[in-house]
C-alpha cells in the first residue's frame, strides 16, 4: 500500500510564511508528477502547484510569485514554500502524487489527508 501524509499546516498571520511538506511511503517504486491542491470553504479544489518527476513546475496564478514547489526524489518527498500568505489562502491543502508501486505496474493518484492553512488579517 502507498501512504500520502501532508504536514506543515497551521495558523499565521497575513505576510507570514509557511512549508508544507509531503511525504509518500509504501510500496513504491517511482513517484511521477506530484502536486498541491486546495480547498476553500465553500469553493472548488484548485491546483496550487504541480511538479513533474523531472523538476519542471507550473502554478497558479494567484500564487505565483509567492509559493515555491520543490521536491526530494531520493527521499519521495514535495515541498510546499508558502510566502506573503495572504487571508485568500486560508484553504485545506492538499498532496497530491502519481506512484508505480512496482516496475510492471501503471501509475495510480494518491492524495493525502490535507493539512490547514489558515492566514488570520
Known amino acids: 500500500q502507498v501512504q500520502v501524509v501532508e504536514s506543515g499546516g497551521g495558523l499565521v498571520q497575513a505576510g507570514g510564511s509557511l512549508r508544507l511538506s509531503c511525504a509518500a511511503s509504501g510500496i513504491i517504486f517511482s513517484v511521477n508528477a506530484m502536486g498541491w491542491y486546495r480547498q476553500a470553504p465553500g469553493k472548488q479544489r484548485e491546483l496550487v502547484a504541480g511538479i513533474t518527476s523531472g523538476g519542471s513546475t507550473n502554478y497558479a496564478d494567484s500564487v505565483k510569485g509567492r509559493f515555491t514547489i520543490s521536491r526530494d526524489n531520493a527521499k519521495n518527498r514535495m515541498y510546499l514554500q508558502m510566502d506573503s500568505l495572504r487571508p485568500e489562502d486560508t484553504a485545506d491543502y492538499y498532496c497530491?502524487?502519481?506512484?508505480?508501486?512496482?516496475?510492471?505496474?501503471?501509475?495510480?493518484?494518491?492524495w493525502g489527508q490535507g493539512t490547514q492553512v489558515t492566514v488570520s488579517s
Open positions: 497530491n502524487a502519481e506512484i508505480r508501486s512496482y516496475r510492471s505496474t501503471p501509475l495510480r493518484t494518491y
